[in-house]
């Protein structure tokens, strides 16, 4: 089961440049990623399967980020490799994102949004990795507020998964409600 607000966010992503197989291309798209916020290191974080990152991207210190590579190759995203700053275009599998969501714990929530991808990319099947992101909007669990989250945070415009739903109830985009917001 895809959460309306997911669905919502998913509608606002790029259609991806490739039909199939990689690519390296250099544009800028709109993507949707999970990221985990653990609470306890005011940090915000790549999501993990289990107990291993499933993304290879560097923590999120601020909602802008620069692709980094943990295995040590020169140029992330490398075709060769892993890295890269991870995201799903429209039309990519929505079940990544829904395993996070059945995994999320109580004390790590996970934040779900927008974000704006650019520099080098490689489009696949799974999404798209590429060289530098910023996040555009999040949507927060119920129960989180945007002054929870570490202050560089803070500036992202944000709404919780309830609001996200209402809003897709009444017929606004998401990327409406950021133009609304910004
Ligand atoms: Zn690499």
Request: charged share 20%.
């Amino acid at each position: 089961m895809i959460p309306v607000w997911l669905e919502w966010l998913m509608e606002s992503a790029s259609d991806s440049p490739w039909s199939g197989g990689t690519g390296g291309v250099t544009t800028s798209l709109i993507g949707v990623r999970a990221w985990m916020w653990d609470y306890e290191c005011d940090e915000i974080l790549p999501p993990v399967f289990g107990l291993l990152p499933r993304f290879n991207d560097p923590p999120w210190v601020t909602p802008k980020a620069v692709a980094a590579c943990i295995s040590g190759c020169n140029s992330p995203p490398n075709e060769m490799c892993e890295c890269g700053i991870y995201a799903l275009l429209k039309g990519g599998k929505v079940s990544y994102l829904v395993h996070f969501l059945e995994t999320e714990s109580s004390v790590f929530p996970y934040l779900f949004g927008l974000v704006r991808l650019w520099g080098r990319a490689m489009v696949g099947e799974l999404g798209v990795r590429a060289q530098f992101a910023e996040a555009l909007g999040v949507v927060l669990p119920d129960d989180v507020s945007p002054w929870e989250l570490p202050k560089p945070w803070r500036r992202v415009p944000s709404l919780t998964r309830s609001e996200a739903t209402q809003l897709r109830a009444s017929g606004v985009s998401a990327e409406e409600w950021l133009i609304y917001e910004s």
